[in-house]
Antibody
């Protein structure tokens, strides 16, 4: 069974940092682009970042460029999102997803709350 | 940036009836469009990609159509488990991926 499990969310103060992780299983992780997608409370979905199979290409939505870094460890079947200089507007559930132009499957999500 | 606009925001439908959801792109996305279903407290689930291809395990009552800038998701006979929020997403504009704001399908 293809599965993605996120972890690392929590409460952080504005300006703080957090690192999210996503553990993948049930498929050849190193063969796929991977992504992070977020959803603010009561709002819609927003693509955040993509990373190529070997990590050589990374793309970000403008609102997180220079603050967030996507990375992966294919030996550990894991995806990461390092989030720095966090703002209140970054508060959201963060999902990791396998990216095949569309997103499938999705993890269950991890909640990040940025508040003082 | 390609803006995706979904209508209506909320659709009230009785079980067994047909539901028709619309998604419009601000510029052509060819057939590079996907649809997702999201239930409360759950992650989104892929329903349709390539505008009309059902994902694995998706019932035949879900169908997608359209190309260019106008797309439709049709649920032929609504079941109780189909009441949810539905999102469209374009993937024509690499590397940016944009979603519509969602349509909530509620019980009438």
């Amino acid at each position: 069974e293809v599965q993605l499990v996120e972890s690392g969310g929590g409460l952080v103060q504005p300006g703080g940092s957090l690192r999210l992780s996503c553990a993948a299983s049930g498929f050849t992780f190193s063969s796929y682009w991977m992504s992070w997608v977020r959803q603010a409370p009561g709002k819609g979905l927003e693509w955040v970042a993509n990373i190529k199979q070997d990590g050589s290409e990374k793309y970000y939505v403008d609102s997180v460029k220079g603050r967030f870094t996507i990375s992966r460890d294919n030996a550990k079947n894991s995806l990461y999102l390092q989030m720095n200089s966090l703002r209140a507007e970054d508060t959201a559930v963060y999902y990791c997803a396998r990216h095949r132009n569309w997103f499938d499957p999705w993890g269950q999500g991890t909640l990040v709350t940025v508040s003082s | 940036e390609i803006v995706m606009t979904q209508s209506p925001a909320t659709l009230s439908v009785s079980p067994g009836e047909r539901a028709t959801l619309s998604c419009r792109a601000s510029q052509s996305v060819s057939s590079n469009l996907a649809w997702y279903q999201q239930k409360p407290g759950q992650a989104p689930r892929l329903l349709i990609y390539g505008a009309s291809t059902r994902a694995t395990g998706i019932p035949a009552r879900f169908s997608g159509s359209g190309s260019g800038t106008e797309f439709t998701l049709t649920i032929s006979s609504l079941q109780s488990e189909d009441f949810a929020v539905y999102y469209c997403q374009q993937y024509n504009n690499w590397p940016l991926r944009t979603f519509g704001q969602g349509t909530k399908v509620e019980i009438k």
